[in-house]
């Protein structure tokens, strides 16, 4: 049952991250950077806390309370984390949208999945002898979970198949805004380069595990013989999303100075009120993603099952908010045949990995 629910986590985590962007189609006279960074200010900065407050008592404290290096490296992290995000923008204007994310998206599932189990195969940790490489690739779960990181990977290179037909066949006029300044080497390499550092975000979660212990046990005192803590991952986002914050809000800044766009925080000739409030509604709802991944997280207890389902489901979502918005209206069969096999494979990836995770270790 908590293999279910921790599925069951995911997909709302995974909705929440496939559709915070639609609130963002509402803002009216604002730049990218300006509704950007104020919904970040709610993402990164006020909401995390927040649920912290609400889900563990004292999760200030056991900031305070935990070491230099473990709050050092979960804010590095977090910092590598936001540049990976700043770079997917770029990654996506040389690319075009359909290749753009596939390659991305492949890098961060991977990596994201690999990272710590890489870390903790060099850098043996107590409490983590399950979660290494080596154990995974002799544990017969643990080869499970690699085999649907694999399958996960494909279905994202047929998405992005799907993606580059539909590129095609759509009309010259639109081909040239989605791809005019396509580069495929510059493309790929920055498109590599952010798939790697967004998936450091998982690497910081790991990083960040001891606070969370500290949390579980606190709670496991209170409520003996129940489990463990369904919030734990709460108190590390505060910290990770720190490193986030100071990325982006670094670069939106220099953007507003770069565009003198300062002015669109105060422009009372656009809805001020209507864009603060989608902004902020956007904000929230991409928290939102991780505090379903936590609670995911610590039902399923295993960093790459945790990663590879939430990448996986994002990726559902984003795939259902085009069928409903009509992305794919127009294009041949054999690209809608495409992006189905697509769908389908990352479905499988997903059973795969929960397969994999339910089995014992």
Known sequence: MGILFGVIFHFIGGFASGSFYMPFKKVKGWSWESFWIVGGVFSWLIVPPVAAWLTIPGFAEIIRNSSSQILGTTFLMGLLWGIGGLLYGLGVRYLGMSLGNSVILGFCSAFGSLIPALYYNYVPTPGKEKQTLD?????????????????????????????????????????????????????????????????????????????????????????????????????????????????????????????????????????????????????TTWFLQFFFYGMGESKLGNGASSWILHMSFIILVANMWGILLKEWKGVSAKTRTTIIIGILTIMASVMIVGYGNSLPK
């Open 135 to 283: 154990f995974m690739l002799h544990n017969t779960g643990g080869q499970w979970v690699l085999v649907g990181v694999l399958v996960c990977i494909l279905g994202i290179a047929v998405c992005g198949r799907a993606g580059m037909l539909k590129e095609k066949e759509i009309s010259d006029e639109h081909k040239k805004e989605s791809v005019a300044e396509f580069s495929l080497v510059k493309g790929l390499i920055i498109a590599t380069i952010s798939g790697i550092l967004s998936a450091f975000f998982n690497f910081g979660i790991e990083a960040g595990k001891p606070m969370a212990d500290m949390a579980n046990a606190n709670w496991q005192l209170a409520h003996p013989g129940e489990g463990n803590f369904l919030f734990q991952n709460n108190v590390i986002f505060v910290v990770i999303l720190w490193g986030g914050l100071t990325t982006n809000f670094i670069w939106c800044m220099i953007l507003n100075a770069r565009n003198k766009t300062f002015g669109d925080y105060t422009n009372r000739k656009t809805p001020l009120t209507g864009n603060y409030f989608f902004s902020a509604l956007a904000g």
